[in-house]
C-alpha cells in the first residue's frame, strides 16, 4: 500500500521559505513521477510541479517558476518543495502525489494515483 506523508508546512512571513517534504513508502519510489498539487480556500485543486523519476526533469506552473523548486532524493524515498519568497497567494494545503508513469507533463490531478494528507502554508502579509 502507497503511503505518502507530507511535513514542513507551517506559518511564514511574505519573503519568508519554507521547505516541504514527503516521505514515501509502498512503492518503489525511484520509478515514480512525483508532483506537488495545492489547494486555498474554496479554490480547486491545482498542480504546483513535479519531477520526473530521475530528477533530472522538473516542471512548475508560472507563478511558482523562480521561486520554488522541487527536488528528490531516491535513496531516501523522499521528494522536497523548496518554498522561498512566499506570498500570501501561496497560503494553501499543500499536497504530494504520486504517479507510476516515470514521466510525463500532464499536470491533472487524476493523473496521480496516490496522495498523501496534506500540510498547510500559511503565508502572513
Known amino acids: 500500500q502507497v503511503q505518502l506523508v507530507e511535513s514542513g508546512g507551517g506559518l511564514v512571513q511574505a519573503g519568508g521559505s519554507l521547505r516541504l517534504s514527503c516521505a514515501a513508502s509502498g512503492l518503489t519510489f525511484s520509478v515514480y513521477r512525483m508532483g506537488w498539487f495545492r489547494q486555498a480556500p474554496e479554490k480547486e485543486r491545482e498542480f504546483v510541479a513535479a519531477i520526473c523519476w530521475s530528477g533530472v526533469r522538473t516542471y512548475y506552473i508560472d507563478s511558482v517558476k523562480g521561486r520554488f523548486t522541487i527536488s528528490r532524493d531516491n535513496g531516501k524515498n523522499t521528494v522536497y518543495l523548496q518554498m522561498n519568497s512566499l506570498k500570501p497567494e501561496d497560503t494553501a494545503v499543500y499536497y504530494c502525489?504520486?504517479?507510476?508513469?516515470?514521466?510525463?507533463?500532464?499536470?491533472?490531478?487524476?493523473?496521480?494515483?496516490?496522495w498523501g494528507q496534506g500540510t498547510q502554508v500559511t503565508v502572513s502579509s
Open positions: 502525489a504520486a504517479d507510476r508513469v516515470p514521466f510525463n507533463y500532464a499536470i491533472a490531478d487524476t493523473t496521480f494515483g496516490s
